[in-house]
């Protein structure tokens, strides 16, 4: 006969092991959802800089069958080397034509001396595309997949988007489930054996425990990295159509003075120096200016290790502006710039500072566009941009106040958490302010938002004045 003693302790552990098993499956299954939205996302941006790094009229002209060999392998370079740096293992474009899809694709295979030989899929026939894909051809909406082909089992987003000339395409991204599921499986198989540890020896158990603990910290610490850096990028997609209208006044500029000269060269046997000099001179300010918005693209789009250094707020933020110049212009926007004289500087990185303001202003624009739709033209788009010195609290005020579509109470509080957003799923992806907050707290400063619905919006960044320079004035 059993001893009672050991049918308890067997009991005991059966149910113990059973509530293991079980919060195995639970933080499985929480986790699972967990990182499929965020390598939702990060597919979702990668798609998103798809305009950013080809050619506008590239699927017009692929439509048309203009695109040679050559800009055939440069294309799919491009598209590849965006896959790498953001992790996922396609990235694609899909446009119909006669009723059949074709694809365009990165994974490009290299010749054995690293030279471009071959392109694997330029206008190929795409005869396995998923019904989701299909499926956005006709409803012109977002739509996120699982599929599975002789490649392997992809997460895929498929975005909408429209050409110069008006032609939808699909801009698409797949990250690979095995990628994904790789940091799943071997979580439950710990848990269940440190589990059965614990239960034998407690102390090894609470070490193991301490022991995962700090490494997963240090996942997260870079998995929000690489967040911030993909909230770039989405940033950098987002303002394609201004950072263009930015780049194609001078390359007007420049056009009609090189037609000016033709005209005086052709028309006249002697042509003035003086008139000369200055074509030649506002040609060559307009190059200067197209060389200095790309390599600042490039430098905003750059990851790098954060530097806190002495900085004068009035530097990045002008620095973010200049992103949305023609888009102010173009949307009839009222830009409005109060910088206080003499503003202490702040210890912060500069690169990623600009990239609050960008995402600040960014919102700011959006939320008077939506307003001005609302209330037609006769409505005045006001955004205005303070940079203070708040002598009292020693801190260092950068204020941005719309007077756009506001918020409620509701969306207040919840603006602040990852991938939230009330934007539509083409227009925003819910980065934007979780990552400034983040960054500001970094910077041990703070994030403050007051907003009523239809009455505009006003977000406050307050940061620390430095030591230094608040060590010789009187804050009283």
């Known amino acids: 006969m059993a001893n009672p003693k050991t049918n308890k302790f067997i009991s005991a552990a059966s149910i113990y092991i059973i509530g293991v098993l079980a919060v195995s499956a639970f933080l499985f299954l929480k986790r699972e959802h967990t990182l499929l939205g965020i390598y939702d996302k990060i597919n979702q941006s990668a798609a998103s800089c798809i305009p950013l790094i080809l050619d506008p009229a590239f699927q017009d002209r692929v439509a048309a069958g203009k695109i040679n060999e050559a800009e055939n392998i440069e294309n799919s370079k491009k598209l590849t080397m965006l896959a790498e740096k953001i992790g996922a293992a396609y ?102 054996l440190l589990a059965v540890f614990f239960f034998l020896l407690a102390y090894p158990m609470i070490w193991a425990f301490n022991d995962i603990s700090e490494s997963q910290k240090g996942e997260l610490i870079e998995k929000k990295k690489q967040l911030a850096h993909a909230g770039r990028l989405t940033a950098m997609g987002e303002m394609a159509a201004g950072i263009a209208h930015e780049i194609n006044q001078p390359l007007c500029v420049i056009r009609g003075y090189l037609e000016l000269l033709k005209a005086m060269l052709k028309d006249n046997s002697e042509v003035k120096e003086k008139q000369m000099d200055s074509a030649f001179d506002i040609g060559i300010s307009s190059v200067e200016k197209i060389s200095r918005i790309v390599n600042h693209m490039r430098s905003f789009s750059r990851m790098k290790a954060q530097e806190l250094k002495p900085v004068d707020l009035k530097d990045p933020v002008d620095s973010a502006l200049s992103f949305f110049n023609e888009q102010i212009k173009l949307h009839n926007i009222s830009l409005i710039k109060n910088y206080e004289e003499n503003v202490p500087f702040v210890n912060v990185d500069a690169q990623r500072f600009e990239q609050i303001a960008v995402n600040l202003v960014s919102n700011a624009r959006y939320a008077v566009d939506k307003m001005g739709e609302l209330k037609g033209r006769s409505f005045v788009k006001k955004i205005e941009v303070s940079i203070r010195h ?87």
């Not at 599975?148 to 997460?155: I, K, P, Y």
């Open 390 to 476: 708040d002598r009292k609290n020693s801190k260092v005020c950068f204020e941005i106040s719309d007077n756009g579509i506001g918020m409620t109470r509701n969306v207040i509080e919840r603006c602040r958490e990852p991938f939230f957003t009330t934007k539509g799923v083409d227009e925003g992806t819910g980065l934007g302010l979780s990552i400034s907050e983040e960054i500001v707290k970094g910077f041990r400063g703070e994030l403050y938002i007051k907003s009523k619905p239809d009455a505009g919006s006003t977000f406050t960044v307050l940061l620390p004045v430095r030591e230094e320079d608040n060590g010789g004035k009187d804050t009283a």
């Open 91 to 192: 990235i694609y474009t899909i446009i119909k034509k006669d009723g059949k899809l074709y694809i365009t694709a990165s994974n490009y295979p290299p010749s054995k001396d690293n030279k471009l030989t071959q392109v694997n899929y330029f206008m190929k026939e795409y005869k396995t595309a998923p019904d989701a894909l299909k499926k956005l051809f006709a409803q012109k909406k977002t739509v996120f997949s699982e599929y599975s082909d002789g490649w392997g089992f992809f997460r895929s987003v498929y975005i909408p988007m429209y050409t110069p000339d008006g032609m939808l395409f699909a801009a698409c991204a797949d990250m690979k489930m095995k990628e994904i599921y790789s940091g799943l499986y071997p979580i439950v198989i710990q848990s269940v």
